[in-house]
């Protein structure tokens, strides 16, 4: 084995979609319902399509794979293999059953696209799942920590403060606008295509798009509206940079817990098996966010197939093959790897553990001068312009008693009354809308999930 995937990276349900004997068996799949559609529409008898159905039954991965080390070329391997399984007599070339059936009118793509689309639908839904559960282990965690005060950062300095609630609340809604945007794109992606060799039909006959819809129908996908030998590639860009969009926020979140966990903060934990785990082979103290640095280097891969997927859609005239070895690789790795990514920051989500003592620590450890905004805007209502408040306020940040100054200004006590000041700096005078915010967002993923479970 060479891939970490196989040993390493992934979850068994997304890794079984993308196996070999998986598309196999899909691509079995496609050609049994081009028969159907054959029949349907009066191009071969009902008898000949249940040879083929039957045959499908029958076909083996093995004898395949043996057709392909002489022939060259793995669809048509596939093809002969099933024709093999197909006729009364079993024997190719005789027209004597099914055989002379399979594959009647396609070209390569129609089954592989095909195959492929039926593969993105049942991927993408458990990416949706995923990210059901993601949101959902948001939801609760901020649900319990509506109150949990810490101090926000940017710049990496201590600016203001807020929620840890609705610092989860930011997370739930950046994932809950993924889930929106993988559903609305799900139909567009997820489509084949059986309009023969360049597209146009001509080998299906005056019933090509007839047998097209029934085809598509019966693999419950969509179909290609324009297609050339392929189904647009712009397609498999839009899903792959879905994907990588969300690995971006993944990475946003592990880099988060990363920097909260750093030793000089920690305010959050990820989950650490005191009885078992070994944080360092030498350094036995080491509690280290493994599985978010594990994530950060996971979504970095999925990003970085980007590109090629991009350059896969830039093909010659009607098509060309330049796609095909790149999107083994793209396509796979980007949804196991997003799966798992997925599944290892719900797991940490759920079960971090959030130092609280720690972050009324550091809210301290900030003073009055991260109140230095509330006071200027305090004073800016009182009557005094905002730039002059603004500039006051400023100098005073600099000296080293902020509430002393603040008390024994004139400029200030002109505008504030000392018990003004002090409900002033105090910092959940100051959170804004974040716990209403933080409260929405809980009952909304509680309404999603009620609503689910009446369906």
Known sequence: MICPIDFRYGREKMKE?????????????????????????GNIDEKDYRNIEEGAKRVKIERADEIEKEIKHDVMAMVKAFSEACGESGGVGEGKGGERYV??????????????????KLAISLLKQDLNDLIKKFAERAGENVDTLCIGRTHGQFALPLTFGYKLTVFGYEFIRHLRRIEAIEKRVCVGKMMGGIGTGASFGEKAMEIQKITMDRLGIGYEEGPTQIVGRDRYIEIISVIANIATSLEKLATEIRNLQRSEIGEVYEYFDVEKQVGSSTMAQKRNPITCENVCGLTRIIRGFLSPMHESAILWHERDLTNSSAERFILPHCFVLLD???????????????????????????????????????????????????????????????????FSDEKITKFLSKKEI?????YENYLGVSKKRTIDFVEEVEEVKEVKKEK
């Open 17 to 41: 979609i993308f196996s070999r004997e998986k598309r196999f068996e899909l691509m079995l799949e496609v050609e049994t319902s081009l028969a159907y559609a054959h029949y349907v529409v």
């Open 103 to 120: 594959h009647f009118g396609a070209t390569s793509n129609d089954i592989t696209d095909s195959a492929t689309a039926i593969q993105l």
């Open 340 to 406: 798992d990514a997925l599944a290892k920051m719900s797991n940490v989500i759920e079960k971090m553990w959030v130092n609280r003592e720690r972050m009324e620590e550091n809210l301290k450890m900030g003073g009055d001068k991260i109140m230095a905004e509330s006071v200027m805007l305090a004073l800016t209502r009182k009557g005094m312009s905002r730039q002059e408040a603004h500039e006051l306020i400023r100098k005073m940040t600099q000296k080293e008693n902020f509430r002393k100054e603040l």
């Open 422 to 426: 002090k409900d002033i700096l105090k």
